[in-house]
């Protein structure tokens, strides 16, 4: 299952944007879908997740971001701040819920789409 995401862009410190995500094909409700990111030279990292109705975010994020799902999932990102650049990459899997944050949950990946944020 190839995941198509899109919504990347360049945007000032303080401004919006809304990331896409494409969903699996697999029609299990149970599919979780997840976004990372990678900052150059940095490690992946987990930003939100969306499984069994529910939502979960990184610290970093939180009352920033708002993962959603409808024929897509969505990651609206306000507030941006310098710090969130990085190269975005949604994922899809069946990750236990104590490991939601993990990119070994996940076999499906998008291509990753680049979000700058300039000060």
């Known amino acids: 299952v190839q995941l198509q995401a899109s919504g990347g862009g360049l945007v000032q410190a303080g401004g919006s944007l809304t990331l896409s995500c494409a969903p699996p094909e697999r029609p299990d409700s149970r599919y979780s879908v997840a976004w990372f990111r990678q900052a150059a030279g940095k490690e992946r990292e987990f930003v939100a997740a969306?499984?069994?109705g529910r939502t979960y975010y990184d610290d970093s994020v939180k009352g920033r971001f708002t993962i959603s799902r409808d024929n897509a999932v969505h990651l609206q990102m306000n507030n941006l701040r310098p710090e969130d650049t990085a190269v975005y990459y949604c994922?899809?899997?069946?990750?236990?819920?104590?490991?939601?944050?993990?990119?070994?949950?996940?076999?499906?990946w998008g291509q990753g789409t680049q979000v700058t944020v300039s000060s």
């Open positions: 994922a899809a899997g069946r990750p236990i819920l104590s490991a939601i944050s993990s990119p070994l949950g996940y076999g499906n």
């Open positions: 969306i499984a069994r």
